[in-house]
Protein backbone atom coordinates (compact mmCIF):
# COMPACT_ATOMS: atom_id res chain seq x y z
CA UNK A 1 0.00 0.00 0.00
CA UNK A 2 1.05 3.58 -0.58
CA UNK A 3 0.39 6.61 1.10
CA UNK A 4 -3.21 6.70 2.31
CA UNK A 5 -4.78 10.00 1.54
CA UNK A 6 -7.90 9.64 2.49
CA UNK A 7 -7.06 7.94 5.63
CA UNK A 8 -4.42 10.65 6.59
CA UNK A 9 -7.88 14.12 6.09
CA UNK A 10 -10.37 11.98 8.08
CA UNK A 11 -7.64 11.65 10.92
CA UNK A 12 -6.56 15.80 10.22
CA UNK A 13 -10.07 16.60 10.13
CA UNK A 14 -10.62 14.73 13.77
CA UNK A 15 -8.14 16.21 15.71
CA UNK A 16 -8.94 19.83 17.52
CA UNK A 17 -7.07 22.83 16.64
CA UNK A 18 -3.35 22.78 18.09
CA UNK A 19 -2.78 18.89 17.26
CA UNK A 20 -0.14 18.05 14.21
CA UNK A 21 0.66 14.92 12.48
CA UNK A 22 3.66 13.54 12.11
CA UNK A 23 3.62 10.69 9.04
CA UNK A 24 5.85 7.68 10.28
CA UNK A 25 7.78 6.66 6.71
CA UNK A 26 10.26 4.36 8.62
CA UNK A 27 11.14 1.36 5.73
CA UNK A 28 8.96 3.24 3.17
CA UNK A 29 10.27 3.98 -0.10
CA UNK A 30 10.63 7.40 -1.92
CA UNK A 31 7.66 7.22 -3.65
CA UNK A 32 5.71 7.14 -0.58
CA UNK A 33 7.05 10.05 0.75
CA UNK A 34 6.49 12.24 -2.68
CA UNK A 35 3.07 11.01 -2.94
CA UNK A 36 2.35 11.83 1.09
CA UNK A 37 4.41 15.32 -0.20
CA UNK A 38 1.92 15.98 -3.29
CA UNK A 39 -1.26 15.38 -0.64
CA UNK A 40 0.58 18.16 1.82
CA UNK A 41 1.81 16.35 4.25
CA UNK A 42 5.81 18.36 5.62
CA UNK A 43 6.32 16.62 8.61
CA UNK A 44 7.80 13.17 8.24
CA UNK A 45 9.18 10.95 11.42
CA UNK A 46 11.80 8.46 10.67
CA UNK A 47 13.91 5.79 13.37
CA UNK A 48 17.37 5.11 11.64
CA UNK A 49 20.09 7.72 10.57
CA UNK A 50 21.02 6.02 7.86
CA UNK A 51 17.86 5.46 6.32
CA UNK A 52 17.03 9.40 6.73
CA UNK A 53 20.29 10.43 5.43
CA UNK A 54 19.32 8.24 1.98
CA UNK A 55 16.02 9.65 1.80
CA UNK A 56 16.42 13.55 3.26
CA UNK A 57 18.65 14.48 -0.04
CA UNK A 58 16.28 13.47 -2.51
CA UNK A 59 13.37 14.73 -1.18
CA UNK A 60 12.21 18.30 -1.09
CA UNK A 61 13.74 20.97 1.31
CA UNK A 62 10.91 22.47 3.16
CA UNK A 63 10.11 18.73 4.25
CA UNK A 64 10.31 19.02 8.55
CA UNK A 65 11.84 15.50 9.07
CA UNK A 66 11.71 14.66 12.82
CA UNK A 67 13.89 11.90 14.05
CA UNK A 68 11.76 9.19 16.15
CA UNK A 69 13.92 6.73 16.81
CA UNK A 70 16.54 6.06 19.36
CA UNK A 71 19.46 8.32 18.68
CA UNK A 72 23.18 7.22 19.67
CA UNK A 73 25.81 9.82 20.65
CA UNK A 74 28.14 9.46 17.54
CA UNK A 75 25.11 9.65 14.82
CA UNK A 76 23.86 13.29 15.89
CA UNK A 77 25.96 15.18 13.62
CA UNK A 78 24.80 13.26 10.41
CA UNK A 79 21.21 14.43 10.96
CA UNK A 80 21.84 18.13 12.92
CA UNK A 81 22.03 19.61 10.03
CA UNK A 82 18.73 19.60 8.88
CA UNK A 83 16.37 17.51 11.34
CA UNK A 84 13.18 19.60 12.83
CA UNK A 85 12.75 18.02 15.73
CA UNK A 86 14.66 15.05 17.50
CA UNK A 87 12.05 13.61 19.78
CA UNK A 88 13.76 10.74 21.63
CA UNK A 89 16.55 12.29 24.14
CA UNK A 90 16.61 10.09 26.83
CA UNK A 91 20.39 10.64 28.29
CA UNK A 92 22.04 13.95 29.73
CA UNK A 93 25.27 12.36 27.17
CA UNK A 94 23.07 12.87 24.16
CA UNK A 95 22.15 16.51 25.21
CA UNK A 96 25.74 17.00 25.13
CA UNK A 97 26.77 16.22 22.15
CA UNK A 98 23.83 17.76 20.83
CA UNK A 99 24.40 20.62 22.09
CA UNK A 100 28.35 20.51 20.64
CA UNK A 101 26.64 19.96 16.92
CA UNK A 102 24.66 22.49 17.39
CA UNK A 103 27.33 24.91 18.57
CA UNK A 104 29.34 23.85 16.03
CA UNK A 105 26.71 24.71 12.98
CA UNK A 106 25.97 28.16 14.51
CA UNK A 107 22.54 27.13 14.95
CA UNK A 108 19.86 26.12 17.58
CA UNK A 109 18.67 22.40 17.62
CA UNK A 110 14.61 21.51 19.08
CA UNK A 111 14.04 18.11 21.17
CA UNK A 112 12.15 16.68 23.22
CA UNK A 113 12.69 14.93 26.04
CA UNK A 114 11.73 11.33 26.25
CA UNK A 115 9.61 9.90 29.30
CA UNK A 116 9.33 6.46 30.14
CA UNK A 117 5.98 5.48 31.16
CA UNK A 118 5.06 2.48 29.73
CA UNK A 119 5.26 -1.06 31.57
CA UNK A 120 7.43 -2.46 28.52
CA UNK A 121 11.67 -2.48 30.23
CA UNK A 122 12.46 -1.85 26.42
CA UNK A 123 11.54 1.24 25.80
CA UNK A 124 13.81 4.47 26.49
CA UNK A 125 13.10 7.54 28.41
CA UNK A 126 14.07 9.21 31.95
CA UNK A 127 11.56 8.37 34.67
CA UNK A 128 9.02 11.37 35.48
CA UNK A 129 11.10 11.81 38.36
CA UNK A 130 14.78 11.84 36.51
CA UNK A 131 12.77 14.68 34.65
CA UNK A 132 11.28 16.58 36.58
CA UNK A 133 14.86 16.78 38.34
CA UNK A 134 17.00 17.07 35.22
CA UNK A 135 15.05 19.96 34.62
CA UNK A 136 14.94 21.69 37.62
CA UNK A 137 18.81 22.28 37.47
CA UNK A 138 19.87 25.30 35.45
CA UNK A 139 19.58 23.54 32.06
CA UNK A 140 18.84 25.91 29.59
CA UNK A 141 21.90 28.10 30.46
CA UNK A 142 23.84 24.84 30.20
CA UNK A 143 22.66 24.46 26.76
CA UNK A 144 21.99 27.66 24.69
CA UNK A 145 22.14 25.62 21.46
CA UNK A 146 19.30 23.21 22.59
CA UNK A 147 15.28 24.42 22.23
CA UNK A 148 13.75 22.13 24.68
CA UNK A 149 10.38 22.11 23.21
CA UNK A 150 8.52 19.33 25.02
CA UNK A 151 8.25 15.62 25.99
CA UNK A 152 7.48 12.24 24.10
CA UNK A 153 5.98 8.97 25.00
CA UNK A 154 5.17 5.69 24.24
CA UNK A 155 2.69 4.02 25.86
CA UNK A 156 2.76 0.31 26.51
CA UNK A 157 2.06 -1.95 23.77
CA UNK A 158 -1.41 -3.20 25.26
CA UNK A 159 -5.19 -3.05 24.04
CA UNK A 160 -6.23 -1.69 27.23
CA UNK A 161 -7.64 1.79 27.35
CA UNK A 162 -7.12 1.87 31.64
CA UNK A 163 -3.66 1.72 31.12
CA UNK A 164 -2.60 3.50 28.58
CA UNK A 165 -4.70 6.55 29.73
CA UNK A 166 -3.15 6.33 32.69
CA UNK A 167 0.24 6.66 30.78
CA UNK A 168 -0.48 8.97 28.52
CA UNK A 169 -2.01 11.37 31.33
CA UNK A 170 1.21 10.56 33.47
CA UNK A 171 3.06 12.44 30.45
CA UNK A 172 0.57 15.00 29.95
CA UNK A 173 1.27 15.50 33.91
CA UNK A 174 5.23 15.90 33.52
CA UNK A 175 4.83 18.09 30.50
CA UNK A 176 2.32 20.72 32.72
CA UNK A 177 4.28 20.04 35.39
CA UNK A 178 7.39 21.74 33.48
CA UNK A 179 6.02 24.37 31.66
CA UNK A 180 6.49 27.32 33.97
CA UNK A 181 10.02 26.47 33.95
CA UNK A 182 10.87 25.88 30.62
CA UNK A 183 8.76 28.77 29.08
CA UNK A 184 6.66 29.31 25.85
CA UNK A 185 9.13 27.16 23.48
CA UNK A 186 7.97 24.34 25.30
CA UNK A 187 4.76 23.16 23.60
CA UNK A 188 4.84 19.83 21.86
CA UNK A 189 3.67 16.71 23.88
CA UNK A 190 4.32 14.11 21.19
CA UNK A 191 2.47 10.80 22.11
CA UNK A 192 -0.32 8.85 19.78
CA UNK A 193 0.54 6.47 16.90
CA UNK A 194 -1.45 4.30 14.97
CA UNK A 195 -3.41 2.12 17.33
CA UNK A 196 -3.94 4.37 19.79
CA UNK A 197 -3.88 8.65 18.98
CA UNK A 198 -7.69 9.09 19.57
CA UNK A 199 -7.07 8.27 23.50
CA UNK A 200 -3.53 10.31 23.35
CA UNK A 201 -5.92 13.17 21.89
CA UNK A 202 -8.06 13.18 24.99
CA UNK A 203 -5.29 13.43 27.03
CA UNK A 204 -3.52 15.92 25.95
CA UNK A 205 -1.40 15.20 22.88
CA UNK A 206 0.06 17.51 20.53
CA UNK A 207 2.22 15.53 18.28
CA UNK A 208 0.67 12.16 17.10
CA UNK A 209 3.34 10.42 15.15
CA UNK A 210 1.64 8.01 12.61
CA UNK A 211 2.92 5.34 10.52
CA UNK A 212 1.13 2.07 9.44
CA UNK A 213 -2.21 3.58 9.34
CA UNK A 214 -1.33 6.06 6.71
CA UNK A 215 1.28 4.15 4.79
CA UNK A 216 0.62 0.21 5.74
CA UNK A 217 2.19 -1.68 7.87
CA UNK A 218 5.77 -2.78 7.97
CA UNK A 219 8.04 -5.88 7.33
C1 LIG B 1 7.25 3.39 14.27
C2 LIG B 1 6.95 4.41 15.29
C3 LIG B 1 5.71 5.10 15.27
C4 LIG B 1 4.59 4.81 14.31
O1 LIG B 1 3.96 3.62 14.67
P1 LIG B 1 2.60 3.13 13.94
O2 LIG B 1 2.05 2.17 14.90
O3 LIG B 1 3.03 2.51 12.67
O4 LIG B 1 1.75 4.30 13.75
C5 LIG B 1 5.53 6.11 16.22
N1 LIG B 1 6.48 6.42 17.13
C6 LIG B 1 7.65 5.76 17.16
C7 LIG B 1 8.65 6.17 18.20
C8 LIG B 1 7.92 4.74 16.27
O5 LIG B 1 9.08 4.09 16.35
Known amino acids: MAFNAKVYQEISAALPAGVAIVAVS ?3 PIQDLQDAYAEGVRDFGENYVQELMEKQPVLPAD ?3 HFIG ?4 NKVKYIAPYVHLIHGVDKVSLLDEIQKQAAKLGKKIAVLIQLHVAQEETKFGFSSDEAMELFSAALPEKYPNIVFSGIMAMASFLDNTEVLKSEFCEAKRVFD ?3 P ?3 KEWNTLSMGMSSDWQ ?3 QE ?3 LLRIGSTL ?3 RN
Not at 70 to 73: I, K, N, P, V, Y
Request: net charge positive; aromatic share 8%.
Open 215 to 217: FGS
Open 63 to 65: IRW
Open 199 to 201: LAV
Open 70 to 73: HLQS
Open 26 to 28: KTK
Open 177 to 179: HLA
Open 204 to 206: GST
Open 181 to 183: IMG
